[in-house]
Antibody, heavy 118, light 108 residues
Framework: QTQLVQSGPEVKKPGTSVKVSCKAS????????IQWVRQARGQRLEWIGW????????TYAQRFQERVTITRDMSTSTAYMDLSSLRSEDTAVYYC???????????WGQGTLVTVSS | SYELTQPPSVSVSLGQMARITCSGE??????AYWFQQKPGQFPVQVIY???ERPSGIPERFSGSSSGTIVTLTISGVQAEDEADYYC???????????FGGGTRLTVL
């Protein structure tokens, strides 16, 4: 079945960076788009950006433009989200989701908790 | 920046009908998607392209669109439907995605 499996929880200090991975299976990775979304505790879902896997083209939400980089490795069917200059407000669960065939944002990864604390 | 507006909460009695709305200027031109999220779980898509239901989602979930408002309807609400529901759509350019603020559905 279609599946996204993310890397484990991270604890980071303010000012550092975090890289979260998202490994895809069950669909044609090269033909997909991978989306990244985050959710702080008790807050709404917030879209971060996407990568078109085949071309590598990326689009980022304006508020993350300066700090986020989304990449992919087609040899391992894995996408990555790198967020730099971390601050406490970046503490959240980070999700990846896939666009494939005629579907958007389905499936989702299980989420990765990133905690930013000094 | 583009926004999607949802009511913060909706309450409905067991077995009754629940309607959750989502409004946005670009909705006449862009599809909406609905997600159910239970505590501690990742979101699950319950409606895509305004009104399509993914396989495995109960028939009591339906979606509709009228102008700048899309609506998620749950007919015959069950206790297990108690959750947060989010709408999702793209802005007018189609390049940027936006989630609504979420609606907490409470089953009485």
């Amino acid at each position: 079945q279609t599946q996204l499996v993310q890397s484990g929880p991270e604890v980071k200090k303010p000012g550092t960076s975090v890289k979260v991975s998202c490994k895809a299976s069950g669909f044609t990775f090269i033909s997909s788009t991978i989306q990244w979304v985050r959710q702080a505790r008790g807050q709404r879902l917030e879209w971060i950006g996407w990568i078109v896997v085949g071309s590598g083209d990326t689009t980022y939400a304006q508020r993350f433009q300066e700090r986020v980089t989304i990449t992919r490795d087609m040899s391992t069917s894995t996408a990555y989200m790198d967020l730099s200059s971390l601050r406490s407000e970046d503490t959240a669960v980070y999700y990846c989701a896939a666009d494939h065939d005629d579907r958007k944002f389905d499936p989702w990864g299980q989420g990765t908790l990133v905690t930013v604390s000094s | 920046s583009y926004e999607l507006t949802q009511p913060p909460s909706v309450s409905v009695s067991l077995g009754q009908m629940a309607r959750i709305t989502c409004s946005g200027e670009a909705l006449p031109k862009k599809y909406a998607y609905w997600f159910q999220q239970k505590p501690g779980q990742f979101p699950v898509q319950v409606i895509y392209k305004d009104s399509e239901r993914p396989s495995g989602i109960p028939e009591r979930f339906s979606g509709s669109s009228s102008g700048t408002i899309v609506t998620l309807t749950i007919s015959g609400v069950q206790a297990e439907d108690e959750a947060d529901y989010y709408c999702l759509s793209a802005d007018g350019s189609g390049s940027y995605w936006v989630f609504g603020g979420g609606t907490r559905l409470t089953v009485l």
